[in-house]
């Protein structure tokens, strides 16, 4: 059977947005909650283990309904931003969570409080739920009081998640016009943005002058917004949690040491020449003395080769399949329980995810398919994040989600994979150029600008805190961007505008380092798939089917990998410097 492009059914989770089903699972979360409730005189420090065992159970349970109603919200509204009905349930959905959290909060915060001692005793017993419970008691010296924690809650909904929705909802609706064909035709950004790889120069920087048009336009008011979101985080996490630093708030979330950030951003600046004689390279493939920034994804060999969807499919399916039969099969159930949605259609989210919802449920995947080699590496990449949550599907609701800086792993490796699989059947060298390049072109995306990203993010925080300009930020961006690039390409102007185009930076401050995490962790691990052969398997297996059941640093420990040391973040490195090396030989 030929898969086809296609809208996904959401029906596992629910049939309709006016359905019994739906409206029950509210009514049921209630009284879930309302018995809940009833536990609260029960814990004293002294509750025999099965007991408290149970608690913990009976809030899997809401947990799982809350997370079923989240994600039929949120996915219904990224299948269409401009459907009123799934807005307002997003928003319903939202102010629900809000309330029954402010609702159960006693239960966290009394774990929290809990002597060592009793800690400890309950620990011994609580099983898969184990590095959940450890990781709820690392926020204890950040913890507020019960009334503290719910203000925060309440004030959340209509401040700053509102603010990131009303960002959202400004940038989402951004219609960008560009000349393609002779005729001016209006854009999303994400087809805007594909014309950034287009083979014709003027294209390339058409498109990018528009986007920052744009952009610039609402500069102010979003740069406005992006301050509002930075003091907010410093008030709440700084001021009243006591966070050494913004970014060690995010970090603590990770379960990622400060000093394993510290030396993956340190290891990334010192090697930013990597990526600038690259660039130089490209130049002397595109024949000119000195690439533009609009230059820097630009096809080296001017293949537009396009893949159909079923075709992209069968060949993302193989090259799973043929490194390990489990991981074809279980990329398979998404496409055929139609859990996919792959087609372009006019309000659709921009871009691609994986939404994995529950352990037992197959996973969700957006993307916008429009036949390129790049979008078939993007499906790979987002099937790739859905085995791994199949994989972890022996863990609990709490425990199965791999954690943030383990999150690009599966995805990276899956769409290492599949290039792998596209060079070896391919014999026009045009397009086996074209290939390589994208590699270096793709590492740089993820590992090269992402670190920039997160050195910017914390400057503009300390800026900001010191009441800076949203022009000053976009002047510290743009020295920021002349650091990465040294006299390897001509930047212009507008680029200073590209800050406030970057949707991480308002929705999850000090995330991006993840990318880089990720990628340079994935490109070690293929050096060493590359070295080992079959034996490397099911060592690879054994990480992602833990999830997120442990801290990511003894997950990785055990593989026998040092996230603290330079020398680890080096390797990754290496690797792309040797890719570049074999470019320079081609
Ligand atoms: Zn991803």
Redesign the pocket.
């Known amino acids: 059977m030929a898969y086809t492009l296609s809208r996904w059914s959401l029906d596992d989770l629910y049939p309709g947005f006016n359905s019994p089903e739906l409206e029950s699972a509210f009514d049921q979360v209630e009284e879930q909650i309302t018995s809940f409730e009833g536990v609260r005189g029960k814990l004293t420090p002294e509750i025999r283990s099965e007991q408290f065992l149970e608690i913990v159970r009976a809030s899997e349970d809401t947990r799982r309904t809350i997370l079923k109603l989240d994600a039929f919200a949120g996915l219904a509204f990224a299948a269409d931003t401009q459907d009123q009905v799934a807005q307002s349930l997003q928003s319903r959905v939202q102010q629900f969570i809000a309330d029954i959290t402010n609702r159960t909060l006693f239960f966290s915060l009394w774990w929290k409080d809990l002597d060592e001692a009793n800690a400890a005793r309950l620990l011994e017993g609580s099983g898969d739920y184990r590095y959940y419970l450890e990781e709820m008691r690392h926020f204890k010296p950040h913890t507020l009081s019960e009334p503290e924690e719910k203000v925060v809650n309440l004030k959340d909904v209509t401040g700053s998640s509102a603010l990131i929705t009303l960002y959202d909802s400004i940038t989402n609706r951004y219609v960008f016009k560009l000349k393609v064909d002779g005729k001016v035709q209006e854009l999303t950004r994400a087809q805007l943005m594909n014309q950034v790889y287009s083979s014709d120069p003027g294209t390339r920087a058409k498109a990018y002058q528009e986007q920052f048009r744009v952009y610039a336009a609402d500069g102010p008011i979003l740069g406005q917004m992006y301050q509002t979101r930075v003091r907010d985080w410093y008030n709440e996490n700084i001021s009243l949690r006591k966070f050494k630093t913004p970014n060690s708030a995010r970090n603590l979330m990770n379960d990622i040491p400060d000093e394993a950030v510290d030396a993956l951003l340190e290891v990334a600046r010192r090697n930013a020449g990597v990526f600038q004689r690259f660039f130089k390279l490209k130049a002397r493939q595109l024949g000119v003395r000195k690439i533009r920034r609009y230059d820097i994804y630009a096809p080296v060999a001017g293949s537009t080769k396009q893949y159909s969807f079923d075709q992209a499919a069968q060949m993302v399916l193989d090259s799973f399949n043929s490194f390990m039969p489990e991981f074809g099969t279980l990329a398979q159930r998404v496409l055929d329980q139609n859990h996919l949605d792959s087609e372009i259609r006019k309000g659709k989210r921009g871009g691609a995810?994986?939404a994995s919802i529950v352990p037992e449920m197959t996973p969700y995947v957006l993307v916008n398919y429009q036949g390129s080699a790049r979008e078939v590496a993007t499906l790979a990449?987002?099937l790739g994040?859905a085995i791994h949550a199949m994989l972890a599907s022996h863990h609990t609701t709490f425990t199965f989600h791999s954690s943030l800086p383990l999150?690009?792993t599966a995805?990276t490796f899956g769409e290492m994979m599949l290039i792998d699989k596209m060079l070896s059947s391919e014999s026009d060298p045009d397009v086996r150029r074209d290939i390589l390049f994208r590699q270096v072109d793709d590492s740089y995306a993820t590992i090269g600008r992402q670190a920039f990203f997160a050195m910017f993010e914390r400057k503009a925080h300390d800026m900001i805190l010191r009441n800076a300009s949203v022009d000053e930020i976009s002047a510290m961006y743009f020295e920021n961007l002349k650091e990465q690039f040294r006299d390897s390409l001509r930047l212009s102007e507008e680029f200073k505008w590209e800050w406030v185009a970057i949707p991480h930076f308002y929705h999850t401050p000090f995330y991006v380092y993840a990318y880089s995490f990720g990628k340079l962790l994935v490109l070690s691990l293929y050096k060493q798939y590359k070295a080992e052969g079959d034996g490397f398997k099911p060592k690879y297996h054994k990480i992602l089917s833990a999830g997120g059941s442990e801290a990511p640093a003894r997950i990785l420990g055990e593989a026998g990998i040092d996230i603290r040391s330079a020398a680890f973040w080096q390797g990754g490195f290496d690797v792309i410097r040797e890719q570049v090396e074999e470019l320079e030989r081609l």
């Open positions: 995810f994986c990449h987002e994040h999150a690009e995805s």
